[in-house]
């Protein structure tokens, strides 16, 4: 399958007068046309900068990418000048924003808002723009659109603004679409109708998804792969199924136990005990060890390589290690 995106070896730091905060430490994933990719983990573990890096919103300063590339259809977006990254936003680049209420502008028409893409970046009579932006509403599932073009963002309930933002970000057609936790403000009904809405999208125009989450229950809806993350590194990878029937790394098995299920009625939920560590000073080996109930020595001294546990499932977990294996089988059998 053709690869859309690829990032390698993502850092991403912020200065502040405490110090300096690394974020986002060597992240590596990619993403195939046509797929979605899910990003998940806990509040502060680096997944929307990551996603903010990919479109360069990062602000300088105090944030900087320090180092790696993201190379989206080849092309290094950390080195293209300013100029040409805002022509790709929106255009072959699109995000959705956490809060709709605060991603649309009260002030001007859901109509102005919707248009506003298109006069930016294509050469679009005023006509063929509305056109364009009814046609949008209609896919997303607005009701009446002609009627609500008119109207501004505070007549619309939490869903149908969250439709819009879609739509803003749908309506130039882009080929990558950064969806940062889409359903986190909105009740359980009308996200089950968000997540529909995109597999509908995708299946139409065929647009490859990022979906930055920490609910595991929206990414069983619609990811193809899912990418784990803990203090600024991506811990494990693998398909939708590998990551929910065989998880290798602690850290997932402890977020899976953590999510309730309609099959397990009356079983408590297993918290994951102790708090992520303070990416002021990042621990050297694995950032998992302090709450890992099955933490080795090696693991708090050296950060684990990739262990390949099939052509789609990687970790990094000294228990997922060969040579770790070897040695905790041999100080087993003394």
Not at 36 to 61: H, Q
Not at 294 to 316: I, Q, R, W
């Amino acid at each position: 399958m053709e690869k859309i995106l690829e990032v390698n070896n993502l850092h991403v730091t912020f200065t502040t007068y405490g110090g300096t905060v690394k974020a986002v430490r060597g992240v590596n994933f990619h993403l195939h046309k046509g797929e979605t990719l899910a990003i998940v983990g806990e509040s502060g573990c680096g997944k929307s900068v990551t996603s903010n890096a990919i479109m360069r919103l990062i602000p300088d300063p105090p944030g900087k990418i320090s180092q790696g590339e993201i190379l989206f259809k080849g092309k290094d977006l950390t080195k293209v000048p300013e100029k040409e990254m805002r022509s790709l936003r929106g255009v072959d680049i699109s995000m959705i924003f956490q809060d709709p209420m605060t991603a649309l502008n009260p002030t001007l028409t859901i109509g102005t808002q919707l248009m506003e893409g298109l006069k930016q970046h294509q050469n679009i009579s005023g006509s063929d723009a509305k056109k364009k932006a009814l046609e949008m509403m209609d896919l997303v599932g607005i009701p009446n659109p002609e009627e609500r073009l008119k109207q501004y963002p505070h007549q619309f309930s939490g869903g149908m603004r969250q439709r819009i933002v879609i739509a803003i970000a749908l309506i130039c057609e882009p080929e990558l679409l950064i969806a940062d936790e889409p359903t986190t403000a909105l009740d359980v009904t009308i996200q089950a109708q968000i997540l529909e809405l995109f597999g509908r999208i995708q299946e139409a125009t065929g647009v490859s998804i990022i979906l930055i989450t920490h609910d595991l229950g929206v990414v069983a809806k619609i990811a193809d792969r899912i990418a784990v993350m803990y203090a600024g590194k991506i811990i494990e990878t693998g398909t939708k199924r590998e990551i929910f029937y065989d998880p290798q790394h602690p850290y997932t098995k402890g977020l899976l136990k953590s999510v309730p299920r309609l099959d397990l009625q009356g079983e408590k939920l297993t918290p994951i005990d102790g708090t992520p560590p303070d990416l002021f000073s990042p621990p050297e080996g694995c950032p998992f060890t302090a709450r890992c109930p099955f933490a080795m020595e090696v693991c708090d001294k050296v950060y684990p390589g990739d262990s390949k546990l099939s052509s789609t499932h990687h970790v990094n977990c000294w228990l997922q290690d060969e040579r770790a294996k070897q040695l905790l089988a041999a100080s087993t059998a003394r």
